[in-house]
């Protein structure tokens, strides 16, 4: 909003033009699944949607004087590519920015609608006529401010026409130059990046399933997470906004603590629209602070962005509500050593013994914690803790299995698309991680729910008319399996069965919970042995009494838990400090430094046989 | 005085000579040990060691080697680390050949070999003796289950193999005797698995703790100070702790990890899981006498399932049918036949111990490794997730 031009012509003066657009945050929502774009609804959308339009002055008070609209005279706007919208208010030149403080009317075809929900029109190629009303406001009442919002990247200029009779007596151009952001990622690492629209099913955030707001987004989705190159201490990102090639080396972008720039942030654009910032982590920012990359065009050509010929830029979640700009939430080098120290501490630490520590045992989540630590199985992982097999999937960090619960892009070398092989980790029957499933209260629970609930009341029928002493399976093929149901616990896009693992309370971080938290029950098969029994139900010191009773006296239980490893740096704790180490590990492109924090999937395969119900 | 004093030196110089006579001595043995590696391969090798009546030297870890070996000691040291290393890169090759190998005599004889050379590099307790040891252990594993998976090799020979496969030098205390030997103290001093950990789990945290004095807030906050083992040893011996980063050693094959410190390994200990799941096929072959290939049902059975299934559906109740609940037919007959036979053992199978209830998924996944060619021994499969 910074840039004015104006276009003299022999007849007419146009004023106001914005020289740089916006295209509204909505075009980057046109990648996503969800949400509709904000151009295309013909609405106005909100107040922080109005920051993506620009003031539009159509000064043709005289011209209209001396040559009024009529049946045979019309005025027109055009654009070639029908690229942009307009609203019409009831703005003048001197107010022509009063829109942004969202009036309650004055706008719309009938200048009556709010500002923040006008209804706006397509400026289309064969064009669009301009009202009786709105010209005679110019020309009556000094007003004549459209605001314009675009629809997509344009090199064709927005045109006002005059025609006669069908025929064009004369047409102004206003070139109007298409800015819009498009990606900010890591340069080593192009699958982090925002805005990455991908669902997330992340319950951090403090609302609960869902993520951050109302959005289902497990991060903001203004932030990318970076820590530093180790080569130079260094975060290394790339911009890319769509701009026309011939204008793009004009325009710049930087990094800014708060409204500071970062001495030596400051890149320009290449032809391509691109810009490869890098810089160090300012002394005076905390262990992990907030860089927001703003652009702008070097108007003045002195070869850096200045105070004000920057254009902050808001990215808004899929309800439209605005996050804040594009931010680099970057970790210095010191503090990443000391997440790498403190996961150390943890996976030395010894969770074995109740109360040798902090009460908790956690024998299995720290080797879980190593195995993603170390990114493979070392030799110093205990025998009886390592998986029984391993193999690799394909992993697709925006559309994939599993894309819903990877909350930063790393950890793996991924591609610029986002995809990857990654280490499916399978622990068998056998093992002790198995055993901490099966007898989950997770597992447990619904074991004794579905009997009480289903196999109960064919076992009390089944039992009526038999003695004593019989017995039989449930189902009554002793080789088949009743499906036990399980509670999905995200919202029904995620693939079933999410559940929460935890087995103590009130000390929720316990082994299962730390293990496996959030995991997803792929399977859960049981069958259950019934007998007929008398059962001495006497009450002491009373006289005997033998009750005939179902008793269970054998319940089969196997199934499988699948989950993905990976942390969230907005945990706070010893999950941020993982997360760090994760997306330190990027695309494996920072080299030996840079080698830990490996996500991968987890496959527990649980087996047990209970003599009676668990 | 004078005299006694003359005498001494001359003691003292003819003690240094026997000592160079003998460290000379040494350095030969170990160098012939060395060239003859290269000769006959590992056949020809235990041959020599018989003839010669040749004994593993003690080979110490590279980081003893730097800093607790003494001057005179070094050059043996490093003669024995060189001879083990040879070797290492010597069973790298005898993996790719047994692999070659038919599951028949052949391969008996070889993975009797490899036991014979575990055997000998274990009766020496040293870091690289233990490691070589274990390599050749986890190579006669592949052997063993190979063995056993073919039907018409006699299971005898193959439970006599496995009988050789849980060897004393695998305990805690063994490993306990090589830590503090390596380390040049008396770190460890509980032949306790949990508690070699907590050593030296506690030695790394204290190591960290003197490198970054501000650890010890975060420790405390989070509970991982209280309760640290304590002793003058480790604080005498911090280096000691500083194992290499797993990821500096990919793949983490023995020749990889030689020059490397991980002393951690013998801390857990060095039991392999290729001789659980040999041991596991053999115990299933012992008691099934046969792998199955589907679950077996009569075709009476299958229709009777089919209709109670149908009728459970029409109550709201899903079964799953026995052969989907697992990951293959094959899985499902393993456990189908796994099953049976502990019915036919005991009246309920939830009062056997679980490794024996289940015992079928780790024999299932053996037999199934083998038929894929899959069951590796562990340097080749690492070599080939890092491909």
Same mark, same amino acid.
């Given at each position: 909003m910074?840039y004015?031009?104006g276009?003299a012509?022999?007849t007419?003066?146009?004023?106001a033009?914005?020289?740089?657009l916006k295209?509204?945050a909505?075009r980057?929502?046109?990648a996503?699944s969800?949400?509709t774009p904000?151009y295309a609804?013909?609405?106005v959308?909100?107040?922080?949607d109005?920051?993506?339009f620009?003031?539009v002055?159509?000064?043709?008070k005289q011209?209209l004087?001396t040559?009024p609209?009529?049946g045979?005279v019309? =005025?027109k706007l055009? !654009?070639?590519? /029908?690229? #942009? $919208?307009?609203?019409y208010?009831?703005?003048?030149r001197?107010?022509?920015?009063g829109?942004l403080?969202?009036?309650s009317?004055?706008f ?6 709010p500002?923040?929900?006008a209804i706006?029109q397509?400026?289309?190629a064969?064009?669009?006529?301009l009202?009786?009303?709105?010209l005679s ?8 401010v459209?605001?314009v919002e ?8 927005l045109k006002?026409?005059i025609?006669?009779?069908g025929s064009?007596?004369t047409e102004?151009?206003l070139?109007?130059l ?8 890591e340069?080593k690492n ?6 990455n629209?991908?669902?997330k099913?992340?319950p951090?955030?403090?609302?609960g399933?869902?993520? =951050?707001g109302?959005a !289902?987004?497990? /991060?903001? #989705? $203004?932030l990318?997470?970076l820590v530093p190159?180790?080569?130079?201490s ?6 890319e906004?769509?701009?026309p090639?011939s204008?793009?080396?004009g325009f710049r972008a ?5 409204n500071?720039?970062?001495?030596g942030s400051?890149h320009a654009?290449?032809?391509?629209g ?10 005076s920012a905390?262990?992990?602070a907030d860089?927001v990359?703003r652009?702008?065009r ?8 200045d ?6 830029y808001?990215i808004?979640d899929?309800?439209k509500?605005p996050l804040g700009?594009p931010t680099i939430?970057?970790?210095?080098v010191?503090?990443?050593?000391a997440a ?5 501490n943890?996976v030395d ?10 009460g908790?045992?956690l024998?299995h989540?720290k080797?879980?914690?190593?195995l993603?630590?170390?990114g493979s ?6 025998q009886?803790k390592?998986p ?9 960090a ?6 819903e619960?990877?909350t ?7 591609d610029?698309?986002?995809t990857v092989?990654?280490t499916?980790?399978t622990w068998g029957?056998?093992t002790?991680?198995?055993d901490?499933?099966?007898t989950?209260p ?5 074991l004794?729910?579905?009997y009480s609930s289903t196999?109960?009341p064919?076992?009390?029928?089944y039992?009526?008319s038999?003695p004593?002493?019989s ?9 088949d399996?009743?499906?036990?149901p399980h509670t999905?616990?995200s919202?029904a896009?995620v693939?079933?069965?999410t559940?929460t693992?935890?087995s103590l309370l009130?000390?929720i971080i ?11 029950i792929l399977?859960?098969?049981a069958r ?9 139900r006497?009450a ?8 005939e009773?179902?008793v269970?006296?054998?319940v ?6 699948i989950?993905?490893?990976d942390?969230?740096?907005?945990t706070g704790?010893?999950?941020q400090d993982a997360a760090?180490?994760?997306?330190g590990f ?7 430094e840079?080698?830990?924090?490996k996500?991968?999937?987890d496959?527990i395969?649980f087996r047990n046989?209970?003599t009676g119900?668990? | ?9 001359v003691?003292?110089?003819a003690?240094c000579a026997?000592?160079q006579d003998s ?9 012939a040990m060395?060239?003859a590696l290269?000769g ?11 003839s010669?009546?040749w ?24 003669a ?14 005898e993996?790719a050949t047994?692999q070659?190998?038919?599951?028949d ?10 036991l014979?050379?575990s055997?000998w590099c274990a009766a020496v307790?040293?870091?690289g003796?233990?490691f070589?040891?274990q390599?050749?252990l986890?190579l006669a594993a592949?052997?063993?289950a190979r063995l ?5 090799f006699p299971l005898?020979q193959?439970?006599?193999l496995?009988g ?6 695998l305990?805690a ?5 090589i ?5 040049g103290?008396?770190i460890?001093?509980?032949a306790?698995?949990?508690e070699?950990e907590?050593?030296?789990?506690s ?7 003197k ?5 010890n ?8 100070a209280k309760?640290l083992r304590r002793?003058?040893?480790?604080d005498e011996n911090l ?8 990821g500096?050693?990919?793949p ?5 990890t030689?020059d490397k410190?991980?002393?951690g ?7 392999l899981q290729?001789?659980?799941?040999a041991r596991?096929?053999?115990?299933f072959?012992k008691?099934?006498?046969a792998f199955?290939e589907k679950?077996d ?8 399932r089919?209709?109670?299934i149908a ?7 899903k079964i ?9 037919p094959?899985?499902a007959?393993?456990?189908q036949?796994?099953?049976?036979y502990?019915?036919?053992?005991t009246?309920?199978?939830?009062n056997?111990p679980?490794q024996h209830q289940?015992l079928?998924a ?8 083998i038929?894929?060619?899959?069951f590796?021994d562990?340097d ?5 997730q890092?491909?």
């Amino acid at each position: 909003m910074r840039y004015f031009i104006g276009l003299a012509h022999s007849t007419i003066f146009v004023i106001a033009c914005l020289f740089w657009l916006k295209l509204g945050a909505a075009r980057v929502y046109a990648a996503s699944s969800t949400g509709t774009p904000d151009y295309a609804d013909s609405v106005v959308n909100g107040t922080d949607d109005l920051k993506d339009f620009f003031p539009v002055f159509l000064d043709l008070k005289q011209l209209l004087t001396t040559l009024p609209p009529s049946g045979s005279v019309k =005025y027109k706007l055009k !654009q070639e590519d /029908a690229a #942009l $919208n307009f609203v019409y208010t009831n703005l003048t030149r001197a107010n022509a920015y009063g829109y942004l403080s969202a009036p309650s009317t004055g706008f719309g075809p009938a200048f009556t609608q709010p500002a923040a929900s006008a209804i706006t029109q397509q400026i289309v190629a064969e064009g669009i006529e301009l009202s009786a009303d709105f010209l005679s406001r110019i020309k009556d009442q000094d007003q004549g401010v459209i605001l314009v919002e675009g629809r997509q990247l344009t090199d064709k200029p927005l045109k006002l026409v005059i025609e006669k009779d069908g025929s064009i007596i004369t047409e102004v151009p206003l070139y109007v130059l298409g800015m819009r952001w498009g990606r900010l990622w890591e340069t080593k690492n192009k699958a982090n990046q925002l805005v990455n629209r991908t669902p997330k099913d992340d319950p951090w955030g403090g609302d609960g399933y869902g993520g =951050y707001g109302t959005a !289902q987004n497990g /991060a903001p #989705l $203004n932030l990318l997470f970076l820590v530093p190159d180790p080569q130079d201490s260094k975060y290394k990102a790339t911009v890319e906004i769509g701009i026309p090639a011939s204008f793009a080396t004009g325009f710049r972008a930087a990094a800014y603590l708060g409204n500071d720039k970062i001495a030596g942030s400051d890149h320009a654009f290449d032809a391509q629209g691109r810009c490869e910032i890098e810089f160090e982590h300012p002394a005076s920012a905390g262990d992990i602070a907030d860089f927001v990359i703003r652009t702008g065009r070097d108007s003045n050509s002195n070869g850096q962005l200045d105070a004000g010929e920057t254009d902050p830029y808001t990215i808004k979640d899929q309800t439209k509500k605005p996050l804040g700009e594009p931010t680099i939430r970057g970790t210095k080098v010191s503090k990443y050593s000391a997440a790498k120290q403190s996961i150390d501490n943890i996976v030395d630490g010894d969770w074995t013994s109740p109360g040798w520590a902090t009460g908790l045992v956690l024998p299995h989540a720290k080797r879980f914690l190593q195995l993603f630590r170390d990114g493979s199985v070392s030799a110093s992982f205990p025998q009886d803790k390592r998986p029984t097999s391993s193999t690799t999937v394909p992993f697709d960090a925006f559309n994939g299995y599993f894309a819903e619960w990877l909350t930063h892009n790393s950890g793996a070398q991924f591609d610029d698309v986002g995809t990857v092989a990654i280490t499916e980790y399978t622990w068998g029957p056998l093992t002790s991680a198995a055993d901490l499933i099966a007898t989950s209260p997770q597992i447990e629970d619904p074991l004794r729910a579905f009997y009480s609930s289903t196999v109960s009341p064919l076992a009390t029928s089944y039992f009526v008319s038999l003695p004593v002493g019989s017995s039989a399976y449930f189902p009554a093929n002793p080789e088949d399996f009743y499906d036990i149901p399980h509670t999905q616990e995200s919202p029904a896009w995620v693939p079933a069965t999410t559940v929460t693992f935890d087995s103590l309370l009130p000390n929720i971080i316990d082994d299962v919970n730390g293990t496996i938290g959030r995991g997803r029950i792929l399977s859960h098969q049981a069958r259950y042995r019934v007998e007929k029994r008398l059962v001495d139900r006497s009450a002491p010191e009373g006289p005997p009494l033998l009750v005939e009773e179902l008793v269970v006296t054998e319940v089969f239980s196997q199934g499988t838990v699948i989950d993905l490893y990976d942390f969230n740096h907005l945990t706070g704790g010893a999950g941020q400090d993982a997360a760090i180490l994760q997306i330190g590990f990027g695309k494996g492109a920072y080299g030996g430094e840079r080698n830990r924090g490996k996500i991968y999937r987890d496959r527990i395969e649980f087996r047990n046989t209970y003599t009676g119900l668990p | 005085m004078k005299t006694f004093l003359q005498i001494l030196a001359v003691a003292f110089y003819a003690q240094c000579a026997l000592a160079q006579d003998s460290t000379t001595a040494e350095l030969n043995r170990i160098t012939a040990m060395t060239v003859a590696l290269d000769g006959g391969g590992i056949a020809g090798f235990l041959d020599q060691t018989s003839s010669g009546g040749w004994k593993i030297p003690h080979i110490p870890s590279q980081w003893h080697v730097e800093h607790v070996a003494k001057p005179e000691e070094k050059q043996i040291d490093v003669a024995a680390r060189v001879f083990g290393k040879a070797l290492a890169k010597r069973l790298a090759d005898e993996s790719a050949t047994m692999q070659r190998l038919p599951a028949d005599d052949s391969l008996y004889t070889a993975t009797v070999r490899l036991l014979d050379l575990s055997e000998w590099c274990a009766a020496v307790d040293g870091y690289g003796n233990a490691f070589l040891a274990q390599r050749c252990l986890d190579l006669a594993a592949v052997g063993v289950a190979r063995l056993t998976a073919n039907l018409d090799f006699p299971l005898e020979q193959c439970e006599v193999l496995l009988g050789r496969m849980q060897p004393a030098w695998l305990s805690a205390e063994t490993n306990l005797r090589i830590l503090n030997k390596d380390a040049g103290a008396v770190i460890f001093t509980t032949a306790d698995r949990e508690e070699m950990e907590r050593v030296m789990g506690s030695g790394n945290i204290a190591r960290r703790m003197k490198a970054n004095p501000t650890l010890n807030a975060d420790l405390e906050s989070r509970g991982i100070a209280k309760g640290l083992r304590r002793s003058k040893a480790i604080d005498e011996n911090l280096a000691f702790f500083d194992d290499t980063e797993a990821g500096q050693m990919r793949p983490p094959t023995l020749v990889n990890t030689w020059d490397k410190k991980t002393h951690g390994a013998l801390v857990v200990g060095l039991e392999l899981q290729s001789i659980e799941k040999a041991r596991a096929l053999i115990e299933f072959r012992k008691k099934i006498g046969a792998f199955p290939e589907k679950p077996d049902f009569s075709e009476e059975q299958i229709s009777m399932r089919e209709k109670r299934i149908a009728e459970s559906a029409s109550q709201g109740i899903k079964i799953s049918r026995f052969e989907d609940a697992y990951r293959s037919p094959m899985a499902a007959a393993f456990a189908q036949a796994w099953r049976r036979y502990l019915e036919s053992e005991t009246s309920n199978v939830g009062n056997l111990p679980r490794q024996h209830q289940n015992l079928d998924a780790a024999a299932f996944q053996a037999y199934d490794e083998i038929r894929r060619h899959a069951f590796l021994d562990h340097d080749s499969a690492a070599e080939q997730q890092t491909k």
